[in-house]
């Protein structure tokens, strides 16, 4: 078994040294702007995800789109359906914690 430093290892993502992993460097930075516009982005790129899913799935039933393609596409989409509705949870449990406050 090799065993290979915890540092070196960070070292070398963060350098974008590991080969099928992006670098540090390649990651977006956070979102600026104000809340609505950044919840407004995310809802935008939400709907695009599931539109892309449902247009490789029907290139996919018409032999347009590979197997491969359409897996990709619909795993996609059930992520994003899964991460909104995490957040949407999260929104509504925040709303629900703020109304049970004493004033």
Do not use: C, H, W
């Not at 809802?43 to 899913?53: F, H, Q």
């Not at 359409?70 to 992520?79: D, H, N, P, R």
């Amino acid at each position: 078994m090799v065993v290979v430093p915890l540092s070196g290892v960070a070292n070398a993502y963060a350098a974008g040294k590991m080969p099928g992993i992006a670098g540090a460097g390649d990651v977006a930075a956070p979102a600026q702007g104000s809340f609505p516009e950044i919840i407004g982005k995310a809802v935008k790129d939400a709907i695009a995800t599931m539109r892309n899913g449902e247009q490789v799935a029907a290139a996919g039933l018409q032999g347009k789109a590979s197997a491969q393609d359409v897996v990709q596409a619909t795993l996609s989409a059930e992520l994003t359906v899964q991460a909104v509705t995490t957040v949407r949870d999260k929104l509504v449990n925040a709303y629900l914690d703020i109304m049970r406050m004493p004033i």
